[in-house]
């Protein structure tokens, strides 16, 4: 019995990255995937690859800042497969600058996708988990949320706010059999990471006691036990997969 079997999954922010893997990962393992993001190449080819390796997907192009578009998400899911079983809030940018070269429009950006994003596409899919009696939500943070970074002010308020909403969620939603919890990634060698100059890159190895950056397909390795029956009574957890950086 394959962990996944017959569950259908949003994860946003599919196109590349951690998304990607997880929609490749979740949909061996039996759940019927609705890929979304905001590049319509990227999220098509991740769909295209699940559906020639035997797997169920569809693309929904979503910018999850639009409370619309988020809406669309939930609906055009429901309309294909009836149900929502996961969602895996994973869609975020980054727009680094130190306070004082921070302008408006970087603080905006950042929030509105990586907070708001999450917030709406949450408010999107909870009713029809409750109407279900069961749903897994995965809201993606990240280690910096826990002990901040330089130049990343927006970036960390979000992802910190990630956390909180998490917690509120797990109160809220749990008495309605739905489990909400929170997964704080590190370093990850995703192409975002890869991209970071390699002096840069053996520096942030060093930090971590593992003495490595981690693998995309790990992280998803960790939003699969979530989404799994395995994890039913784990519920506003925070999670770190960091080898070992916030010790």
Known sequence: MKRLENKVAIITGSGRGIGRETALLFAQ??????????DSAAG?????????????????????SQRADAQVLADTTVGEFGRIDILVNNAG??????LLKMTEE???????VNLKGVFNCTQAV?????????????????????YGN???TNYVAAKSGV????KVWARELGRKGICVNAVCPGFISTEMVKSVPEKIL????EKVPLGRLGEPKEVAQLFLFLASDESNYINGAVISIDGGITV
Not at 127 to 136: A, E, R, S
Not at 202 to 205: I, R, T
């Open 106 to 112: 970087q603080f905006d950006q950042v929030i509105a």
């Open 163 to 166: 956390i909180g909403m998490t």
């Open 44 to 64: 098509e080819q991740t769909a295209t690859e699940i559906r020639r390796a035997g797997g169920t997907a569809i693309f929904v192009r979503a910018d999850v």
């Open 29 to 38: 393992e039996g759940a019927r995937i609705v890929v979304s993001d905001i």
């Open 150 to 152: 330089f130049g990343q």
């Open 202 to 205: 053996s520096a942030m190895k």
């Open 126 to 146: 909870a009713p029809v988990m409750i109407q279900q009696g069961q749903g897994k939500i995965i809201n993606v943070s990240s280690v910096v949320a826990l």
């Open 93 to 98: 940018i980054l727009r680094d600058a130190t």
